[in-house]
């Protein structure tokens, strides 16, 4: 009999200093906030009834601490976390540490979105989603699938616009659509995925309360 898939339990990380402050985040390694801390551990016992064979985060320490935080909530303490640049937060260039609602009064509200949303919209010294898409892809297809190919349930904890990547990817979403993509705090998208495309074969939403 073949071996059952595991799940791809995907979320993104929580409040950080620089979210408080509507700050362009980016690569800039902000910590978490007191909030986003205890967040998080409410988070962890969102997802308490899944088990969990592998905990994966980027290297910035807003999603590593979420993690942890997750983790030893549901009583996980033993379980390693991965890191992995692959899935850092897009790299906001110049804009880095600009307050988001300044430069949408300086930028209009259509350049606005086009920064945060756009498909393959670019930011001076910057990333855009697509060149994000292209370091998030091959990572999920060849580090991450596999595990779950062989029954691991993996739980990654990354970043809005590495999570928007990674699900543009799982669920075939349109350079077009992926615009009305949003991912806020603690909601979880929990995926069973096709073994050898790494694509959508259902998929459930958590949230935490």
Known sequence: MDQK????????????????????????DADLTR???EM????????EDIEIDRAVSSELKRSYKTLRCMLDASGRSDIEIERSSAINERDYGDHTGKNKWDMKEIFGEGEFNNIRRAWDHP???????KMVYQR??????????PGISEGKNT???AHTNSI??????IEDISNEDIKDLEIPFGIFFIYEVD??????LKKETRTTK
């Open 164 to 169: 928007r990547a990674l699900i543009k990817y």
């Open 40 to 47: 998080a551990e409410k988070m962890g016992r969102v997802i």
């Open 5 to 28: 898939n595991g799940k791809l339990i995907v979320v993104r990380h929580h409040e950080s200093e620089w979210n408080k402050l509507s700050k362009w985040t980016g690569t800039y």
């Open 136 to 145: 998030v892809i091959p990572y999920y297809v060849n580090d991450i699938l």
């Open 155 to 157: 739980l990654l904890v």
């Open 35 to 37: 909030n986003g801390i």
């Open 123 to 129: 930011v001076p010294n910057g990333e855009t989603l």
């Open 195 to 200: 073994r050898n495309s790494g694509r959508i």
